[in-house]
């Protein structure tokens, strides 16, 4: 008995002490837009993406799902209403299938795109289109 108690008062103080952390240091990145992507241009692309909020700044994450069939120099991108802004163009496809992350500059402002593109840069047409929400 002796010890089951002491088994206990040691449970309360972790629960406590979980407590007292501030409650920013408990929040999870916040998910400000999420989409899936569908092919474009012929090419099948397909999977889940979001635009987080992180304690870095704003990032882009592919999801485990992301897939694309491969071509020549894809490139992540914003657009708005159907065109890319290849002016917030950010780094060569790291990967053809999963999860992935993509650094958002701190100048590039994100309130004016509803789009994420997977872009062939070499010849200017789209790969995959994700419409967020």
């Given at each position: 008995?002796?010890?089951?108690?002491?088994?206990?008062?040691?449970?309360?103080?972790?629960?406590?002490?979980?407590?007292?952390?501030?409650?920013?240091?408990?929040?999870?990145?916040?998910?400000?837009?999420?989409?899936?992507?569908?092919?474009?241009?012929?090419?099948?692309?397909?999977?889940?993406?979001?635009?987080?909020?992180t304690d870095n700044g704003i990032e882009?994450?592919?999801?485990?799902?992301?897939?694309?069939?491969?071509?020549?120099?894809?490139?992540?991108?914003?657009?708005?209403?159907?065109?890319?802004?290849?002016?917030?163009?950010?780094?060569?496809?790291?990967?053809?299938?999963?999860?992935?992350t993509y650094q958002v500059p701190a100048?590039?402002?994100?309130?004016?795109?509803?789009?994420?593109?997977?872009?062939?840069?070499?010849?200017?047409?789209?790969?995959?289109?994700?419409?967020?929400?």
């Amino acid at each position: 008995m002796f010890k089951k108690n002491w088994i206990l008062a040691g449970l309360g103080a972790a629960v406590l002490a979980a407590a007292t952390v501030p409650l920013a240091a408990q929040a999870a990145d916040d998910v400000l837009h999420t989409g899936q992507f569908d092919g474009a241009s012929g090419h099948v692309t397909s999977g889940g993406v979001s635009v987080v909020q992180t304690d870095n700044g704003i990032e882009i994450v592919f999801a485990d799902d992301f897939f694309f069939d491969g071509a020549p120099d894809p490139h992540v991108a914003f657009g708005a209403n159907g065109s890319v802004d290849i002016s917030t163009e950010l780094g060569l496809l790291t990967s053809n299938t999963g999860s992935q992350t993509y650094q958002v500059p701190a100048s590039l402002d994100v309130s004016g795109y509803n789009e994420i593109y997977v872009w062939c840069v070499q010849y200017s047409v789209p790969l995959g289109v994700a419409a967020l929400q």
